[in-house]
């Protein structure tokens, strides 16, 4: 093989090399990603859920209450 033929191989190969370690690191940080948007939305649901609780466990509805005195 000539040395110019070589090179360019030997560069690829690099080349090939680093795109590799680089679509390793993005398969990581996705993995990563989707852990915190799965606990997020856990968290999302459970304070969904809290709040309803907190809704349905006061005893008026501020909509049915008289207006204020003042009115």
């Known amino acids: 093989m000539n040395d110019s033929l070589e090179q360019r191989l030997n560069d690829l190969e690099v080349r090939l ?10 398969a990581s940080a996705d993995a990563n990603q989707s852990q915190c948007i799965a606990s997020l939305e856990r968290l999302v649901r459970e ?9 349905s ?15």
């Open 47 to 55: 304070l969904r859920g809290e709040l309803s609780s907190m809704r």
């Open 57 to 71: 466990a006061q005893s008026d509805d501020p909509h049915d209450e008289p207006p204020p005195p003042h009115y």
């Open 17 to 26: 090399t680093f795109i590799d370690d680089t679509v390793q690191a993005l």
